[in-house]
């Protein structure tokens, strides 16, 4: 049975850094399409980024230039690499395996000062 656990989240001061992992289990990471999302207080679920078997990568243009989604094989492993995080990047973000459409628990990412 597929399942996605995401580790990493927590308090942010704007313009710094913060890494969601997103460790796989039942399958293979690097396999599948893996894909990052969030959720906003009152808003719709975003797609966030993308990260194919052939390692090509995708960015919603709200990440683009800032996040930097990568595998790591041996751990199993997704990650999401924040970078000069806004005030308006709070919210649980989420990873999904898109081809047995298994999504982990979220991860609440606040960033204020």
């Known amino acids: 049975q597929a399942r996605l656990e995401v580790s990493g989240g927590g308090s942010a001061q704007p313009g710094g850094p913060l890494r969601l992992s997103c460790a796989g289990s039942g399958f293979s990471v690097s396999d599948q399409i893996m894909t990052w999302h969030r959720q906003a207080p009152d808003e719709a679920r975003e797609w966030l980024a993308t990260?194919?078997?052939?390692?090509?990568?995708f960015y919603s243009d709200s990440a683009k230039s800032r996040f930097t989604v990568s595998g790591d094989d041996y751990k199993n492993t997704l990650f999401l690499q924040m970078d000069s995080l806004e005030p308006e990047d709070t919210a649980v973000y989420y990873c999904q395996n898109v081809d047995s459409a298994t999504w982990g628990q979220g991860a609440w990412v606040t960033v204020s000062s």
């Open positions: 990260l194919a078997p052939n390692g090509a990568t």
